[in-house]
């Protein structure tokens, strides 16, 4: 979940989307008016060209469950991490992706939260491990 200022609304990921499943959606809680509407996402997501194969492409939680999302404001981007598939997604306010990589399991396992400095760094984090130490990786400058 995210805050969206210029929509005065959050935005909500779920991992099993209730759109169709090519397009998973970004669902929103407008905070003027107190609604939520779980059955039309606020944002479409395109994922058509994310770079995995094609058989994984069939079946849409290779690609997207998402478990945590941040907005940049400046740049009107919304940031997603994918625990499941490993991903870090880059999204425009259309819902197009503009960027997928994949995490690197060493570097980060099961990354659960991602946010965003007000200079613009993305950052995401874990769930402590068997040792009790979580980590905070930057992705972006």
């Known amino acids: 979940m995210c805050y969206d200022l210029k929509g005065n609304r959050l935005l909500i990921a779920f991992k099993n989307s209730k759109n169709d499943d090519s397009k998973p959606g970004l669902f929103s809680f407008d905070l003027n008016t107190k ?3 779980d059955t039309i996402p606020a944002l479409a997501i395109d994922l058509s ?28 981007r ?3 991490i994918d625990a499941i598939n490993l991903h870090f997604m880059e999204l425009d306010m259309e819902g197009k992706l503009i960027i997928m990589e994949e995490i690197s399991n ?5 990354p659960e939260g991602i946010a965003v400095s007000s200079d613009g760094k993305v950052y995401i984090c874990n769930d402590a491990n068997k040792a009790g130490k979580g980590k905070i990786l930057k992705l972006r400058n």
């Open 106 to 110: 060493k570097k980060m396992d099961h």
């Open 78 to 80: 919304i940031y997603v």
């Open 35 to 37: 609604t939520f509407n």
């Open 49 to 76: 060209s994310a770079p995995v194969k094609r058989k994984d492409r069939e079946n849409i939680k290779k690609i997207w469950q998402p478990a945590d999302i941040a907005f940049h404001k400046d740049m009107n």
